[in-house]
């Protein structure tokens, strides 16, 4: 293969960033749009970047000790990185290779000014932009100049911040090369960014020009603040035009110079309105090329634009694919379901095959289109009634919508807006049975299941479980299973709100709730409690365990005394509660059937923590602070005006809640329990496939769609490419925060509590489970690695019902995401912690270790010196 190591930008297009970097295929992309200025130059290709390296073979050992590197180690990481550096920059460039960037120079004028920019292969890709990461030098001189300019490009692929970049993102140090782009330098009147879709709130439609004099080298370094200008449908919006008192002007003999604006000019805008607009229709044209909203910097040079850099916008959350042009209103799922994170392409398909509603994906999450039931006026009040007693931020940024009084059509009442979620179902006698008739129908269903798909393999397996997906939604939507969910919830509102009015008791189904009978989560985390007391008397095991990384232990628990009873109880409770895991809605989430060592720490958490006989004494104390409340309750309404007959509906209702509450929470380990059946059905399908050749590894069936997987199991031909694709996706939408609420236009919109009876300075959120406690914050955001002492409160993202275990060692619990109805809320209850849910980057304004104070009655966490 003949060696390139200089290409023309005219030759290069965004297909080459294996070739010429991200920065260069972009450049040469922008140069072929029509109408589209962009500086003449050219690229010093990757394959010059690779002789340079094999000139320096000693780079390679770094480059080893590098890749084994934490990303938190910036003492190791600066030191080697230097080293790398300092080797690139002092190797000589070979004779020919200098020869060829000299010739290119020649070709545009050798004592020009140019811009020595480099241009990383994994620099502004679709899913990951290393903005900054690496070096760009203005206005340099001469071939002898240029040449030490390029040097150092390469060298700055080690640059520290790049490096931990790198590391962070999963990039491998050596597969990463690095291009630089030389162009012709340009003097502009002004310059800045374009973003063609609002940065801060998602806005497709809504584009952002921040502009100051000169090179933009001002506004990037942060030495000017920038005007700034929203155009929206070919109009500004909104302007702020700043104070603008230096600039960076390039000078022609070489070099910047940062020079002070003449004060009659600094409040003068860079940009007239319809400059500005015209820049943002050339954008939307860049847009429109390269398929996605993008970061574009220009330049502003005698009234005509230039455009130097065009990068995708990588912190945008995507929208869901809709086959219209309407307007639509999504809300998270995530943000009920309590998993914010991303799900891989088969988790997706399977919720949505299972789901009771038509669900939208977009960037590995899931969203329910709402806009037909918002449409409606009479459908519109139930759905955000249910919203708001849920998750009040979510129906803040639903009334938000509503507000701007255009985005959604409303509909006549009686049109197909649908009844409000819940609504419609006739309410049911106050009867212990109907929750045993219902548990029994979804114990056959499951015992069913696994009977009939042991015999299923390869096409047929997909269609029985097509067969079974139907079966799961119509366990999930039995009218009385409905009605007893509802019947629980409905009796919580009522008790809350009566109690309130009658009583001025604030959340007093809270304490009434204690240890409701049957509640399958909160028995999960006393269940462990008892499995740390057959552990306890054994220190050999205790010891063992403490070791544990290995997911075989269970085998080796045996070979110690006591260790037999060990393995016993822990593979007991594995059997009624090893299809959990955090994040369980997505079925590729390894359970703790497949990985009890998650549950390790919890147990030994529980052994230090807790006398033997902890779960029976937490339970009791439960019930008899429940029986205490409703006699205290009964007896203060009996002292009032009607206080027979408000005692007698009182009673009724907590009859009713200690009923049905606990029900609640028997759906989802209904479709766990299914999913771990479906799951394991999937993982031996897979063996199958791997055993012919066709996939490389199991796991790579998670990044295919069910009806994908389908299709490979009849064909036995898997899209390598297509796989590869999914797993990169999926690493980038990590790195996403999901909106509760999500426009068609992109806009993210947040919501907010809209409350002024909080102290100042203290973190608002929902108010879930009653009481006042003070102790020392647990910042915990991966259960496995919970060290949590009597007394903590855990503070994390989000808990679905895995994280109940840690529950039963808590004193209180703070969590970014949740509603009243959620898991972790009914489980706080139920235990009797003080908790609040939705409090906005709680896991980032809380340091673990500091003390708080968490207000689970009123709703807010003060941090206390």
Known sequence: MIEQYVLDLQEVDETQVAVVGGKGAHLGGLSRIDGVRVPAGFCVTTDAFRRIMAEAPSIDDRLDQLSRLNPDDREMIRTLSAEIRRTIEGIAVPEDLAAAITRALAHFGEQAAYAVR??????????????????????????????????????????????????????????????????????PDAAGILFTADPVTGNRKVATVEASFGLGEALVSGLVNPDVFK??????????????????HALPAGGTREVAVDPQRQEQPALTDAQGVRLVQLGRRIEAHFGRPQDIEWCLVDDGFQIVQSRPITTLFPIPAAHDRENHVYVSVGHQQMMTDPMKPLGVSVWQ??????????????????????????????????????????????????????????????????????????????DPAIVTELIERSQTSIAALRGDIRTKTGPALFDFLLEAFQEHKRVLSDPLSVQAIMAGMEATWWLNDQLREWLGEKNAADTLTLSAPGNVTSEMGLALLDVADVIRPHPEVVAFLQGVDDEGFLDELPKFAGGAEARDAIEGYLDRYGMRCVGEIDITRPRWRERPTTLVPVILDNVRNFEPGAAERRFEQGRQAAQKKEQDVLSRLRALPDGEQKADE?????????????????????????????????????????QAGVLPEKEDIFYLTFQELHDVARSNQVDDQLIQQRMDAFRSYRALTPPRVLTSDGEAIAGAYRRDDVPAGALIGLPVSAGTIEGRARVILDMAEADLEAGDILVTAYTDPSWSPLFVAITGLVTEVGGLMTHGAVIAREYGLPAVVGVEQATRLIRDGQRIRVHGTDGYVEILP
């Open 353 to 430: 095959l299972t789901a009771m509603a038509p669900m939208h994906e977009a960037g590995g999450r899931l969203f329910v289109d709402v806009t037909r039931r918002l449409a409606s006026p009479a459908s519109r009040a139930g759905l955000l009634d249910v919203m708001g007693r849920g998750d009040p931020l979510i129906r803040d940024a639903l009334e938000t919508v509503l507000d701007r009084g255009n985005f959604v059509p409303t509909l006549p009442d009686g049109g197909p807006g649908g009844p409000p979620p819940g609504g419609g179902s006739a309410p049911i006698e106050t």
């Open 650 to 690: 009182t009673k009724r209702m907590i009859d009713r809640v200690r009923t049905f509450i606990g029900y609640r929470e028997y759906p989802k380990y209904v479709i766990v329990s299914r999913y771990l059946v479906y799951k394991q059905a999937l993982l031996e399908e897979a063996e199958r496939l791997v």
């Open 231 to 248: 155009v929206c449908d070919g109009e500004i919006v909104a302007r702020t035009v700043a104070a603008k008192q230096r600039a960076v």
């Open 118 to 187: 480099s241009s990383a292969t994994a620099e502004d890709l679709p899913t990951a932009s290393f903005a900054g990461q690496q070096d760009t030098y203005l206005s340099v001189v001469g071939p002898a100049a240029t040449l030490q300019h390029v040097g150092r490009c390469w060298a700055s692929l080690f640059t520290e911040r790049a490096v931990i970049y790198r590391l962070r993102n999963g990039f491998d140090h050596r597969t990463v090369r690095m291009a630089v782009v030389v162009q012709q330098m340009v003097f």
